[in-house]
Nanobody, 124 residues
Framework: QVQLVESGGGLVQAGGSLRLSCAAS????????MGWFRQAPGKEREFVGA????????YYADSVKGRFTISRDNAKNRVYLQMNSLKPDDTAVYYC?????????????????WGQGTQVTVSS
């Protein structure tokens, strides 16, 4: 069982930056691939990015590639989402999630554990 708690959301102007953090419980954090997803009002939840258990491989949605960076610190049981050059379209609730398996790539349904989400609002 893994419990995930996101933090770091808030209100930021367009062009600004935020760093989201996700704290995980459990002693086997490094065995889980971690993903970030987001859900804007009236829209479906979508993939933002993912990082492999060892932190070697990362994957990003095209919409955030070059602006967002995922990292993790397995010693601290944390995964981060650094968001730069934020746009109003990035406004959403951001969720971290954990999955097991061979690869960090996968659909939402393959993620086993989810946090409660943190709100990010980007003003124009």
């Amino acid at each position: 069982q893994v419990q995930l708690v996101e933090s770091g959301g808030g209100l930021v102007q367009a062009g600004g930056s935020l760093r989201l953090s996700c704290a995980a419980s459990g002693r086997t954090f490094s065995s889980y691939h971690m993903g970030w997803f987001r859900q804007a009002p009236g829209k479906e939840r979508e993939f933002v990015g993912a990082i492999s258990g060892g932190g070697i491989n990362t994957y990003y949605a095209d919409s955030v590639k070059g602006r967002f960076t995922i990292s993790r610190d397995n010693a601290k049981n944390r995964v981060y989402l650094q968001m730069n050059s934020l746009k109003p379209d990035d406004t959403a609730v951001y969720y971290c999630a954990a999955k097991s398996g061979r690869t960090a790539q996968g659909t939402m349904n393959e993620y086993d554990y989810w946090g409660q989400g943190t709100q990010v609002t980007v003003s124009s």
